[in-house]
């Protein structure tokens, strides 16, 4: 029997993030909320954290419909995470992709922080910014050339 490796699996996890962890990812990364460093898939065995705030020990888990079915397993992983020190906030797919700067806000503020929200330089920051951009790129390619005289 092959043993696990956690390291693998973390990064196997990012490898293939779903589309509200991604959503997530994007506003969390690069100290854009609060200052705060944040880690995606953060192994802590033999666990791994779906998004992990080191300096301040809070644990940020996303919960799919999958969640349902395995409660006693998700109650165990967060008795140990707590026991470790970890705080756990828990938000579902469906309020990430419904409102992911609500989430943002959310997780400030269970931290005790106001919500704001730091650009990350270079690059596209926000989700919203990446909505933006894909409108204006689809309508660019909608629009007919303009007749050649």
């Known amino acids: 029997m092959s043993r696990r490796n956690i390291i693998e699996d973390a990064r196997e996890l990012r490898s293939r993030q779903t589309e509200a962890e991604a959503m997530l990812w994007s506003v969390l990364r690069a100290k854009q909320v609060g200052g705060l460093k944040f880690r995606r898939q953060n192994p802590e065995p033999p666990w791994i954290i779906d998004f992990a705030c080191h300096s301040r020990h809070l644990a940020v888990e996303i919960d799919g419909g999958y969640h349902d079915q395995q409660y006693a397993k998700d109650s165990n992983r967060e008795a140990f995470l707590v026991r ?50 894909a409108r204006d790129l689809e309508l660019r390619a909608t629009k007919q050339s303009p007749p050649l005289d």
């Open 84 to 133: 470790r020190g970890w705080t756990i906030v828990r938000f579902t797919n469906e309020e990430i992709r419904q409102n992911v700067e609500a989430v943002a806000i959310a997780i400030a503020r269970s931290l005790g922080l106001e919500y704001e929200f730091k650009k990350r330089s270079g690059g596209i920051s926000s989700v919203k910014d990446r909505e933006r951009i």
